[in-house]
């Protein structure tokens, strides 16, 4: 069956980096991406990716994270430099086979990010 496995989390000081990969099985995506969601907050997306590398990123995260794909791993990456306390979230990877549905789509069980001050 489809399957998106997230790795890479972890706890770092603020400042510091991680990187966040997500490998898809069982089929192909158009589009895929990350999400985070924090304790009492709604889901957000953090960053997508289209299958010809057209990238979106949230504000937030503009210029800090960076997300890539490797298409003959089916995988995915999140690049996360210069973390900040306010980027702790588990991290979801996601994936679209066809047109993106807000909401909708594959999802893996998510990554824990914890940032310290």
């Known amino acids: 069956q489809v399957q998106l496995v997230e790795s890479g989390g972890g706890l770092v000081q603020a400042g510091g980096s991680l990187r966040l990969s997500c490998v898809a099985s069982?089929?192909?995506?158009?589009?895929m991406g990350w999400h985070r969601q924090a304790p009492g907050k709604q889901r957000e997306l953090v960053a997508r990716i289209s299958s010809d590398g057209t990238t979106t990123y949230a504000d937030s995260v503009q210029g800090r994270f960076t997300i890539s794909r490797d298409n003959t791993k089916n995988t995915i990456y999140l690049q996360m430099n210069d973390l900040k306390p306010e980027d702790t979230a588990v991290y979801y990877c996601n994936g679209h086979r066809f047109q993106v549905v807000p909401g909708g789509g594959y999802w893996g069980l998510g990554t824990q990010v914890t940032v310290s001050s």
């Open positions: 069982g089929t192909t995506f158009n589009a």
